[in-house]
């Protein structure tokens, strides 16, 4: 039987906890005695709080190509994605050879160029192939604390996921910033699309585009499923995280029900 890893991408805007939550999870799962590995997709990340197994910086160094081609930070991470594509080879050799249950990819800050543009999903799609996958789009908890914010941050991970076409799951990060009430409303409006309506009714910027039966049509087709709130400091949520992932990739099936292959 082949290895059967489970990719689990992360992505989110700049700043929303991708690179802090990748080496928490993995902390988390590994504890658990889960074989975890990751993967940098950042050309441009400065600092890791884990060690990645197979990290783009090998490849490409954006701050080499700022520098070289004479480019801004945009500009650096797009040529750089398009350098990685002509290297893929090489980075498809490396995560080849990974034997591990969990495969983490944390992605780059500006999710606009990753997902927006040709080489991200290239790159995404090369790696993962055949086999199952799914996407966490980080929504930060302090930005969500306003309706309109939050509607906002949905319709762009629908626009992700629209761009990446994985099964894809909102998480909440960084609650351990937010008392429990802050959060408990963040959740009523989610889990309650009815008064996340009539409050987004009555909120002035959401008005400017939409009426209360646009809202009707609009916010069930946001809110596909739960959003899971998580701390990555506190891992305050992962049991809750990891419950989804194997709902999502495993159908629920635990991963030690895998027969381990000889040929790993
Ligand atoms: N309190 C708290 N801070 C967090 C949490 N997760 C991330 N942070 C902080 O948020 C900031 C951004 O976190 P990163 O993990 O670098 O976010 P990122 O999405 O990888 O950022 P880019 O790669 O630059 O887009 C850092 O200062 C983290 O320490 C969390 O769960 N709780
Ligand atoms: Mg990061």
């Given at each position: 039987?082949?290895?059967?890893?489970?990719?689990?991408?992360?992505?989110?805007?700049?700043?929303?906890?991708?690179?802090?939550?990748?080496?928490?999870?993995?902390?988390?799962?590994?504890?658990?005695?889960?074989?975890?590995?990751?993967?940098?997709?950042?050309?441009?990340?400065?600092?890791?709080?884990?060690?990645?197994?197979?990290?783009?910086?090998?490849?490409?160094?954006?701050?080499?190509?700022?520098?070289?081609?004479?480019?801004?930070?945009?500009?650096?991470?797009?040529?750089?994605?398009?350098?990685?594509?002509?290297?893929?080879?090489?980075?498809?050799?490396?995560?080849?050879?990974?034997?591990?249950?969990?495969?983490?990819?944390?992605?780059?800050?500006?999710?606009?160029?990753?997902?927006?543009?040709?080489?991200?999903?290239?790159?995404?799609?090369?790696?993962?192939?055949?086999?199952?996958s799914l996407?966490?789009?980080?929504?930060?908890?302090?930005?969500?604390?306003?309706?309109?914010?939050?509607?906002?941050?949905?319709?762009?991970?629908?626009?992700?996921q629209l761009?990446?076409?994985?099964?894809?799951?909102?998480?909440?990060?960084?609650?351990?910033?937010?008392?429990?009430?802050?959060?408990?409303?963040?959740?009523?409006?989610?889990e309650n699309?009815?008064?996340?309506?009539?409050?987004?009714?009555?909120?002035?910027?959401?008005?400017?585009?939409?009426?209360?039966?646009?809202?009707?049509?609009?916010?069930?087709?946001?809110?596909?499923?739960?959003?899971?709130?998580?701390?990555?400091?506190?891992?305050?949520?992962?049991?809750?995280?990891?419950?989804?992932?194997?709902?999502?990739?495993?159908?629920?099936?635990?991963?030690?029900?895998?027969?381990?292959?000889?040929?790993?």
């Open positions: 039987m082949k290895a059967m890893p489970y990719y689990i991408v992360v992505l989110g805007v700049a700043g929303s906890g991708k690179t802090t939550l990748t080496g928490s999870l993995q902390g988390w799962l590994e504890d658990f005695g889960f074989d975890v590995a990751t993967i940098n997709l950042d050309p441009a990340a400065e600092y890791l709080p884990y060690t990645p197994d197979v990290d783009v910086r090998d490849y490409v160094d954006a701050r080499d190509v700022m520098r070289k081609y004479k480019l801004g930070p945009n500009g650096a991470l797009i040529a750089s994605s398009d350098l990685i594509v002509t290297k893929l080879d090489e980075l498809l050799d490396e995560v080849n050879s990974l034997r591990s249950n969990y495969i983490i990819i944390d992605t780059p800050g500006q999710l606009e160029v990753f997902a927006f543009r040709d080489a991200g999903p290239i790159i995404l799609n090369s790696i993962i192939g055949d086999h199952k996407s966490l789009f980080l929504i930060d908890a302090i930005f969500s604390k306003s309706p309109s914010n939050m509607l906002s941050t949905l319709l762009l991970s629908t626009s992700i761009r990446l076409g994985k099964p894809q799951v909102n998480v909440l990060t960084k609650t351990d910033l937010l008392a429990g009430e802050e959060i408990d409303k963040i959740l009523d409006m989610i699309p009815e008064v996340f309506i009539s409050i987004l009714a009555r909120d002035k910027s959401t008005r400017l585009l939409w009426d209360y039966s646009d809202l009707e049509a609009i916010i069930p087709r946001v809110i596909t499923s739960t959003i899971i709130p998580v701390s990555s400091i506190t891992r305050e949520g992962f049991d809750n995280l990891y419950a989804m992932i194997q709902r999502v990739v495993a159908g629920g099936e635990d991963y030690y029900t895998e027969e381990p292959s000889p040929l790993l």
